[in-house]
């Protein structure tokens, strides 16, 4: 409980990472990138899990490779089944400039090392053809004014 007139910090309602702990947990640095987290519905096995598992379309129609991907941050049981990939996947223009760019839809593909999850009692499927198309784009909420975006997103409110 913070005392009457204290601000908290915000360092505990977030999990930015730094360019030297992304490369510490994916394997190289990445910068100026956006990070996009893909929840499956059963945990993923992290040894299958790479870059070129995924492939991104954007709203222009380009189909873009994410940089990077891993489970980190999400080492806890109930979060192994989110892969976050980094890459360059939009800006934050509103859906409705011209110059919005934007996810549209995320696809599991075959590379080397087919993406695996496992399920009840061991159970290993592979996520190939796996997709997910979105309607709009996560970069804005047109209920919220930006001033106030920033702050419900800091404190989990929706």
Not at 83 to 91: C, W
Not at 118 to 140: D, M, N, Q, W
Request: charged share 20%.
């Amino acid at each position: 409980m913070c005392q009457t007139g204290v601000i908290p910090t915000l360092n505990a309602y977030t999990s930015a990472q730094t360019p030297f702990a992304v490369a510490v947990a994916y394997g190289c640095p990445v910068v100026f990138a956006d990070g996009l987290p893909v929840e499956f519905s059963w945990p993923i096995r992290p040894s299958t899990l790479d870059a070129t598992d995924f492939l991104v379309t954007l709203n222009t129609g380009e189909k873009v490779v994410p940089e990077v991907a891993s489970i980190a941050p999400n080492f806890e049981f109930n979060e192994r089944s989110v892969a976050v990939l980094f890459g360059h996947f939009g800006n934050r223009f509103s859906p409705t400039d011209q110059r919005a760019v934007y996810p549209v839809e995320v696809e599991v593909v075959r590379d080397e090392t087919p993406l695996q999850l496992v399920g009840l009692h061991g159970r290993i499927v592979e996520a190939i053809g796996f997709k997910v198309r979105t309607s709009g784009t996560p970069y804005t909420d047109p209920d919220v004014p930006r001033s106030s975006e920033v702050v419900r997103d800091l404190l989990g409110r929706s």
